[in-house]
């Protein structure tokens, strides 16, 4: 029979794919709770600086009083300072470790203003106001994009659930896909047709900010 061997593939697949797809939903959720706090994250620096603190303590500071998981990130880049690590190279490592564009931008302004100087308050205010209105675009363009998105997975999943729906209520009219050569090529190519076309709508509506 036709529908073990298929049965077969697609738990193998779906139990393949599972763990990878878990961790990326944990690494962006991770990511995104990230970048929410940044800006005031950057703030309390700035706000530290202004009082006096020196970077370092500045950045103890933000690891206190900053909600996980940046108050991690930026210990472990006070910890590194105390224990000898230049500042450039402690902040080089934490942009490695998180892979956040407002994070790299962050990084960039305060390095730049290290080598070039400059009033660095002003640049943190620059850099949080900057990053405060990409969120809100980004949150714009996906507001805008749902109804695609919407499409896309409507699209995707009809078929599949026809499919099933069918071979439940009268598996006559399915035997001949799962059972006959020809037919069994069909749904190779209407699956395969499927996903690419969930790739292309999801590539079309996935706008980077």
């Known amino acids: 029979s036709f529908h073990v061997p298929l049965l077969s593939a697609a738990a193998t697949v779906a139990g393949g794919c599972a763990p990878c797809v878990l961790l990326r939903i944990k690494r ?6 990230f970048n929410t706090a940044l800006p005031e994250a950057i703030d309390l620096m700035a706000r530290s600086l202004l009082a ?10 933000v690891a206190e009083q900053s909600p996980e998981p940046l108050a991690f ?7 590194q300072q105390r224990l000898g690590l230049q500042f450039r ?4 490592q934490m942009g490695t470790r998180i892979p956040s564009k407002d994070l790299q931008f962050l990084i960039t302004a305060i390095l730049v203003q290290k080598e070039t100087g400059g009033d660095l308050t002003e640049i943190l205010a620059r850099a ?4 405060r ?6 949150g714009d363009v996906r507001t805008h994009t749902a109804q695609g998105r919407l499409t896309g997975w409507i699209l995707s999943l009809l078929p599949v659930i026809l499919l099933a729906l069918i071979s439940l209520i009268t598996p006559d009219y399915s035997n001949t896909l799962f059972h006959d050569p020809i037919g069994q090529k069909l749904l190779y190519v209407g699956g395969t047709l499927i996903v690419v076309g969930g790739l292309i709508i999801r590539k079309i509506v996935d706008i980077q900010v």
């Open 73 to 79: 990130e930026f210990v472990q880049v006070y910890q």
């Open 89 to 92: 190279d402690a902040l080089l």
């Open 52 to 61: 006096g603190h020196s970077m370092g303590s500045s950045i103890e500071v």
């Open 28 to 33: 962006n959720r991770r990511l995104k709770l």
């Open 133 to 138: 209105e990409r969120v809100r675009i980004e």
């Open 128 to 131: 949080s106001h900057v990053i």
